[in-house]
């Protein structure tokens, strides 16, 4: 597999960049690179962001504008 394919499997398992690049043993810039291009390609649902408290999942999606890449992502605005 590449390692597009695995982060893709990885990020639909629902783990999050963090452990992706961990787990991968890759550099989390590649990893959210990755994530950037199959998100851009449709390919994936967006991967969990790290969650560092209960705020984390109510501003998660806060800093762009939702595009159809988002669809079915449980952190994405419901509009």
Known sequence: MSVLDDVLTA???GATPDAIARDLHL???LVDAAIARLVARGDATAARPARTGP???AS???SCRPSPACAGCPLAPAR
């Open 27 to 29: 550099d989390r810039g």
């Open 55 to 57: 705020s984390a999942a």
């Open 11 to 13: 990020a639909r398992a």
């Open 60 to 62: 998660a999606c806060s």
